[in-house]
């Protein structure tokens, strides 16, 4: 039987329902809980200065490394700008109960040296997460 919010929830929700005793909305400390917690991205440029565009487009980039890996903290870019000819980008990945990983490229134009570090990284979290999977395996001196 459904009951009329009680109109105190935390957080302000005018929308939530109370069921049975229970209210409906979700708390940040479970929402983390469930692999949602937000991934705190930092971008930064060493030898020069990035626009505000730019720096957005750097952070959607790297924003979809969360997909691949759920326990992700931090993702810190540095942009290396001392040779302009050849930019390049640095992301350090910081995930719970685990060493950062590093990825780093260098490319002719800034875009691709940012598309190779994502593409290094993604390619450091699969093989990391398929090991986390993979830890139970089935021995094969059972069947000998």
């Known amino acids: 039987m459904r009951r009329p919010c009680p ?3 935390p957080g302000g929700a005018p929308d939530c329902r109370a069921w049975f005793g229970r209210v409906s909305w979700v708390s940040p400390e479970r929402f983390a809980r469930k692999g949602n917690a937000r991934v705190q991205i930092n971008v930064s440029a060493r030898h020069g200065q990035l626009s505000g565009a730019t720096q957005s487009k ?12 759920s326990r992700l903290t931090a993702l810190n870019v540095t942009v290396d700008l001392e040779n302009e000819s050849l930019p390049t980008v640095e992301i350090v990945a910081s995930a719970e109960h685990f060493h950062e990983m590093v990825s780093r490229e ?4 800034l875009w691709r040296s940012v598309d190779g570090a994502v593409q290094k990284l993604e390619q450091q ?3 990391h997460k398929e090991k986390v999977l ?11």
Not at 106 to 109: E, I
């Open 7 to 9: 109109g105190f929830c």
């Open 58 to 69: 750097i952070v959607s980039k790297v924003s979809r490394l969360k997909r691949y890996f």
């Open 106 to 109: 260098h490319s002719s134009q």
């Open 125 to 127: 979290l699969r093989k």
């Open 134 to 144: 993979d830890h139970k395996h089935v021995s094969n001196a059972l069947e000998s």
